[in-house]
């Protein structure tokens, strides 16, 4: 099966490449080889390609920056991912895209399950929406996979600028009003893959319909708050280090004011995916620990 990776750079689409490799001919594509701002370069190049499979890692991810360049994020994040779907649709070939826990606006008491009302609260949150319409409307063989507070070794996210902030200041302020999951990257890969090997046994190759595509929640069980994810990052470092951890206190998110404003809840609830493709996912502390250790080594 060939399959078309965007975003392969990214954080997501870094692990992609190890774990599709498993279900094909991976053909991976970053911001210099395909510029998801132009449509044109999409169509050309599905075209020449003709991929069985779209795994679509790539998204303009500057959740502040995106409040004065929309017009930009819209491009990348909802108008790319409903050309894709169009071509792939003249294929008959699949589409895997990833979304966000900022398509919510956090107002939710409980976990968010994937027919909950959504309502972002800012540009990013709105431009990944109409990614996952714009998907919808243009294919029938789609899988959106929503996931929330990605870390990975590499790239910018919470926990490495934690380690890095670790080596520099002895006090630190976090947010602690804020709850979600922590997923590491390489959990989102490994289960885009399993999902894809569930789906492919009955119906790939593409001329088929997908039975089990649709909308799921892809994301660590359990949650907690961006103070205490910060506490457990520094004090891994702290028992691989052998040294003391920063003091961390913490701030309520009016403290922390930044462009746009961050749900106060992204809790995801993934129990359709446990439902339909018999997923377990891991809880995010033990999620994080088997990151860490992988990256950094045993801490114990």
């Not at 779907?85 to 900022?102: F, K, M, N």
């Not at 294919?139 to 790239?155: E, H, K």
Request: glycine share 6%; proline share 5%; with cysteine.
């Amino acid at each position: 099966m060939k399959i078309l990776l965007t975003g392969a750079d990214g954080q997501v689409g870094w692990e992609l490449q190890r774990s599709l490799a498993l279900l094909g001919e991976v053909h991976a594509t970053n911001r210099a080889t395909l510029d998801l701002s132009d449509a044109a370069a999409i169509r050309r190049l599905m075209r020449e390609l003709q991929p069985a499979l779209v795994v679509n890692a790539a998204a303009y991810t500057a959740v502040d920056k995106a409040e004065t360049e929309e017009s930009l994020a819209f491009a990348i994040n909802a108008e790319a991912p409903g050309v894709l779907a169009e071509e792939a649709a003249r294929l008959g070939a699949g589409l895997v895209h990833y979304s966000t826990d900022y398509v919510f606006d956090g107002s939710k008491q409980g976990a968010y399950v994937e027919d909950d009302p959504t309502n972002p609260l800012g540009a990013y949150g709105r431009s990944k929406l109409a990614g996952e319409q714009a998907v919808a409307a243009n294919l029938q063989n789609f899988l959106i996979l929503r996931t929330s507070w990605v870390y990975a070794p590499r790239g910018k996210n919470f926990a490495l600028t934690m380690l890095k902030l670790a080596q520099e200041r002895d006090h630190l302020r976090v947010v602690a009003d804020q709850r979600g999951a922590p997923t590491p990257a390489r959990l989102i890969a490994d289960a885009t893959a399993v999902i894809l090997q569930k789906i492919r046994v009955t119906h790939l190759p593409a001329a088929s319909q997908w039975d089990q595509g649709g909308l799921y929640h892809l994301c660590s069980a359990g949650s907690t708050n961006w103070h205490e994810f910060a506490s457990t990052v520094l004090q891994w470092q702290a028992k691989t280090l052998g040294r003391p951890a920063p003091k961390l206190d913490p701030i309520t998110t009016d403290q922390y004011p930044t462009p746009a404003t961050r749900p106060a809840n992204s809790v995801l609830n993934h129990h359709k995916l446990l439902k339909d493709f018999d997923l377990h996912l891991p809880a995010w502390q033990h999620a994080f620990k088997l990151y860490f250790e992988d990256v950094h080594g045993s801490a114990s």
